[in-house]
């Protein structure tokens, strides 16, 4: 079992770089992969982000690649989101997700999801 907690989420305006952190709960955290997710108002989640359990492999979504880092601290059970140069389009709920499993969390699965923190990107 792992319990998930983001934080980091607020009103940014465009341009802005903040950075969200997912809190695991949980012995097993190293062992599982880790993805960020999104849901706009009106549209459907997509995929964001997602890093191997070992740190060693990140994939990322068109949309976000060059502007967003994912990176994970297993002594902290954490995984932070890097987000640089945001846009209006990237104002979502970001979730964070953990699967074993890297293809299955890039196909938007997960076996334990968190609540999400709201980011709104102000232009």
């Known amino acids: 079992q792992v319990q998930l907690v983001e934080s980091g989420g607020g009103l940014v305006q465009a341009g802005g770089s903040p950075r969200l952190s997912c809190a695991a709960a949980?012995?097993?955290?190293?062992?599982?992969?880790m993805g960020w997710f999104r849901q706009a108002p009106g549209k459907e989640r997509e995929f964001v982000a997602a890093?191997?359990?070992?740190?060693?492999?990140?994939y990322y979504a068109d949309s976000v690649k060059g502007r967003f880092t994912f990176s994970r601290d297993n002594a902290k059970n954490t995984v932070y989101l890097q987000m640089n140069s945001l846009k209006p389009e990237d104002t979502a709920i970001y979730y964070c997700?953990?699967?074993?499993?890297?293809?299955?969390?890039?196909?938007?699965?997960?076996?334990?999801w968190g609540q999400g923190t709201q980011v709104t990107v102000s232009s």
């Open positions: 997700a953990a699967d074993r499993g890297v293809s299955k969390l890039r196909r938007g699965t997960g076996d334990y």
């Open positions: 890093i191997s359990w070992s740190g060693g492999s990140t």
């Open positions: 949980g012995r097993t955290f190293i062992t599982y992969d």
